[in-house]
């Protein structure tokens, strides 16, 4: 819905300009165009800026290419700019996320919320000060699409039809292969924890959304199996929940099968949800096992993205034209829930680099 009295969407510039850009923001930001004026596309170099530009053009006309440190000047000063939308290498994601903030700029940053907890305990005291300081107080939303996926939405609130919860399992079995776009990225090659990081943070989002409870401790072991990848690649650990209940992880990112599924086990029932395909789609398929009756299957398309780009846009504008706080937003952006994800998989490379000993996961606040 466009604003009335300001008679406009808030305007967006998208900084980064890599694949994730290419196969998902420029057709998510496309559905979202009622919604979100793409004006300014940055890159550090002035080449891959100019890329994007003709891929947006359908929807976002007047959309210019903006490069390196001068180029990212312009655009924090620019007032006509209300947001930001941070795509870039993980190592330098939270630093540029922070620049956006104090210059006054919404920012949706893309997941990892960070490198490691320590960063992002750090930025987020930064961003505490400044939403004291600042009238209206920015935002700072970390995309991640597996808490907007509805599939999975729909199966956290099957969960809270089962009862006690006895198990909880997540699976995955992804090849990282040279057939994958990502398998070169080098930001992934160099960053700490590599894929399994990167990978890892959205199944354990996933997982946390869909149990409704805590990870406090987990006791991990990883390996480092295919040297084409960066280690480790593959990584077993048993969950200690906040509500007593144990579950398992187990990520394999040199798999040659293909499994994603979460499944959770109560007394009154099972919860599934499994990535698959339906009539060329791809999505989840959320099953529902009651203890008696018949199951229940359903799929939903994959929809995350877009969703998490419809919330941000919203809130967005609820801010800069309505006068709403920035407290207000959409809690499943929030970089508390970003970081809490990063946290979990932090544990799970401390436990297995001291031999699967069990280590809290610390809590962020
Ligand atoms: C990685 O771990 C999975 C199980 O987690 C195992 O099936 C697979 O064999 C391992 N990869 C290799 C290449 O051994
Ligand atoms: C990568 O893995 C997929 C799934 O197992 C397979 O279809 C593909 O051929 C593999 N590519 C390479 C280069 O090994
Ligand atoms: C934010 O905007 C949406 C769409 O315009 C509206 O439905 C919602 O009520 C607004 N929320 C607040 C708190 O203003």
């Known amino acids: 819905m466009v604003d009335q009295e300001a008679g406009k969407t808030p305007n967006l510039a ?28 940055w890159s550090r170099t002035e080449e891959a800026a100019k890329a994007i530009v ?27 700019i209300h947001g930001v939308a941070v795509v870039v290498a993980g190592q330098v994601q939270v630093e540029l996320t922070l620049q ?13 919320a960070s490198s490691n907890v320590l960063e992002a305990l750090e930025a987020l005291n930064i961003y505490k000060s400044i939403h004291a300081s600042k009238t209206p107080a920015p935002i700072w939303a970390v995309a991640e699409n597996y808490r907007f996926e509805v599939g999975l939405m729909q199966a956290a609130r099957l969960v809270k039809e089962v009862g006690d919860i006895m198990a909880v399992e997540m699976i995955a079995e992804a090849p990282m292969n040279s057939s994958n776009p990502y398998f070169g990225s080098e930001w ?39 040297l084409s990848l960066p280690g480790p690649d593959n990584m077993s650990a048993l969950l200690k929940l906040e509500n ?3 579950g398992v992880f187990v990520m394999s990112i040199s ?39 018949v199951p229940q299957s359903s799929f939903y398309p ?24 920035a407290s207000k937003v959409d809690s499943r952006s929030s970089p508390l829930e970003g970081a809490t994800d990063v946290a979990v998989v932090e544990a799970m490379l401390r ?10 996961v610390q809590p962020i606040k």
């Open 54 to 80: 003709p891929l947006v053009k359908d929807f976002a006309p007047n959309a210019e290419a903006k490069w390196g440190t001068d180029g990212l000047k312009e655009i924090l000063q620019d007032d006509s």
């Open 351 to 360: 436990s297995s680099s001291q031999n699967g000993a069990w280590e809290n």
């Open 244 to 246: 007593g209940c144990p």
């Open 100 to 112: 956006a903030i104090k210059a006054g700029k919404h920012v949706l940053q893309e997941k990892p």
């Open 255 to 293: 798999a040659t099968s293909r499994k994603i599924s979460w499944r959770v086990v109560g007394a009154k029932g099972t919860v599934e949800a499994e990535r698959g395909t339906q009539d060329g789609q791809h999505g989840y398929l959320v099953t529902f096992l009651p203890s008696a009756g």
């Open 302 to 325: 994959f929809c995350g993205v877009h969703e998490e780009l419809t919330a941000f846009a919203t809130d967005m504008a609820n801010v800069t034209f309505k006068g709403m706080s």
């Open 14 to 41: 998208l900084i980064g300009a890599g694949i994730f850009v290419r196969s998902q923001y420029v057709p998510r930001l496309r559905e979202v165009a009622h919604l979100l004026s793409l004006k300014l596309i």
């Open 188 to 226: 992934r090659r160099n960053f700490q924890g590599g894929f399994t990081v990167d990978v890892g943070v959205h199944f354990i989002a996933g997982l946390r959304m869909m149990v409704g409870s805590e990870i406090v401790s987990v006791a991990a072991i990883s390996r480092h199996v295919d």
